[in-house]
């Protein structure tokens, strides 16, 4: 006869605080970093990082970072993460804490699971085949289509040439200023800006013979990003956020991410209730194709006319979920991926999920701030010999920037002219165009109103990277094959 007894319902707000707070079974983010849920473990007791990269060395009580063992050269964020659950002491941790342990991750994929399964673990999140399907641009597009979630005007297609894009687009009636996206990608790799036979050449390599690839009509937008989460109860949504996107100053590919803004007047209310209406429709939506969890939506707002368009699904955390799980009402109510977790718990829950959208939905549930991801922009590589460590930095009337303490609280910031920063590159590692020097996180903005870097931002980012220090590389030493590994750790 089973004598399990039945897990208490949990009926609010309160009490899924309360549940988190007393958690026993063992929860693992295992990334390179981790930045995406910084904080997190603050709200969940047993909640633990598994990380490849020490960000904080060794003064972060929960990050765990095993020492460095041969591997092959890592071709992706799910290589890292292979990488780490076969790592002796990461075994060795997780069998020496014993319970029943759960796993997290930016990108995973089967490898991944098996690994996982061999720890004794489950993977909190949908299957990587699921998530995998749902990843492709082309499938996103779909999935909208279904939930009345507009695309911009796009036509799907496989391109033989310049001549049979220049037909298609005909036929389409998208014009000729295009931008083209194939299935996967991220931070701008895959996204290219078509005006021109010249402009297809550039980038023909990567479109020919990539399968479908999604056309679209070239509009003057500005980009936004929110997340979201797909319960059984609803689906919950986070605030729109700005993107920071394309800036020379922070990243060397055009179109490519580079952080966000989180503030009540970044958009009028009728975008951000649209956006918001959007978004739930999507992950009402993902629930239909079998889909749970955290996700992310970008729109693409017409800056002529309006409209809200839906840009890509991240069927994930994401490089912005640092800013919604740190805004006003996750502290008032609880961070939106504790609701992942719940969703994936097997303790049975009630909420109100559209009384908790509308009170989320309040400009006083959102407080101002900004984060830049930093990348080396140079066309250079050399190995750094000095590192700025991670901590809150100063900065002056004139506009000097200068260490203060260390901490790894992102509210620690008391001021516009303090920020937190987290390093991810250091002393030893290669530096080269692309790599990612590390994440500053502001109070206040990080824009203008038209969109462009502040002076404030500007001033921020040429003192944190001033900060490095590098020597040139020896003449025989080639470097790391001098060249983006092509995928992003954040």
């Not at 036509?155 to 894009?165: F, M, N, P, V």
């Not at 920063?421 to 250091?426: A, D, E, K, T, V």
């Not at 994440?439 to 990277?465: C, E, Y």
Request: with cysteine; hydrophobic share 35%.
């Amino acid at each position: 006869m089973d004598q399990t007894i039945p897990k208490k319902a949990l009926r609010n707000i309160s009490e899924i605080r309360r549940y988190f707070h007393r958690n026993e079974d063992p929860i693992y983010f295992v990334s390179a970093t981790n930045f995406n849920l910084l904080g997190l473990d603050e709200w969940v007791k047993n909640f633990k990082y598994i990380c490849y990269i020490d960000c904080y060395d060794g003064r972060h009580p929960n990050v765990f970072c095993p020492s460095e063992q041969p591997h092959a050269e890592f071709q992706s964020i799910e290589d890292i993460n292979n990488y780490l659950l076969q790592h002796k002491e990461v075994i060795d941790l997780v069998r020496r804490r014993g319970g029943s342990p759960k796993f997290v991750f930016l990108m995973f994929d089967e490898e991944t699971e098996r690994l996982a399964r061999e720890l004794g673990g489950e993977v909190w999140f949908p299957s990587a085949e699921l998530r995998t399907r749902c990843d492709n641009k082309i499938e996103t597009v779909r999935i909208g289509n279904k939930a009345g979630v507009p695309s911009v005007p796009n036509t799907l297609s496989e391109i033989r040439d310049y001549a049979h894009l220049r037909e298609i687009c005909e036929e389409a009636g998208l014009g000729h200023d295009l931008v083209l996206q194939s299935a996967f990608g991220d931070s701008g790799h895959t996204t290219f800006f078509i005006r021109s036979e010249d402009d297809f050449r550039r980038h023909e390599h990567e479109i020919v013979g990539e399968g479908e690839i999604k056309i679209m009509k070239r509009i003057d937008c500005r980009g936004s990003a929110i997340e979201a989460c797909a319960t059984k109860e609803g689906t919950i949504v986070g605030p729109l956020m700005t993107e920071l996107v394309g800036f020379k100053e922070l990243t060397p590919y055009r179109g490519g991410w580079c952080g966000n803004e989180i503030f009540d007047g970044a958009f009028s209310q009728e975008i951000r209730d649209r956006a918001r209406d959007l978004t739930f429709r999507f992950g009402e939506q993902l629930r239909e194709e079998g889909y749970r969890g955290y996700f992310e939506l970008d729109f693409l707002i017409d800056q002529n006319t309006g409209d809200i368009w839906l840009g890509e699904l991240n069927p994930r955390i994401t490089g912005a979920s640092s800013m919604t799980n740190h805004a006003a009402f996750a502290h008032a109510d609880a961070p939106l991926f504790l609701f992942h977790l719940l969703e994936f718990s097997d303790v049975p829950f009630s909420l109100d999920v559209a009384e908790l959208n509308d009170r989320w939905a309040d400009p006083d549930m959102i407080d101002s701030w900004s984060q830049m991801v930093i990348k080396h922009t140079e066309d250079s590589v050399d190995i750094l010999t000095d590192a700025p460590q991670t901590g809150i930095y100063k900065m002056a009337n004139d506009g000097r920037v200068t260490f203060d303490r260390f901490d790894y609280h992102r509210r620690a910031v008391e001021s516009e002219n303090e920020a937190f920063f987290l390093r991810i590159l250091q002393p030893g590692d290669y530096r080269y165009e692309g790599a990612d020097l590390g994440i500053l996180v502001t109070r206040g903005r990080s824009m203008n109103p038209d969109f462009t870097l502040n002076d404030r931002a500007r001033r921020w980012i040429h003192g944190m990277k001033s900060a490095f220090s590098a020597r040139p590389l020896p003449r025989a030493e080639a470097g790391p094959a001098l060249a983006d590994p092509a995928f992003k750790i954040l």
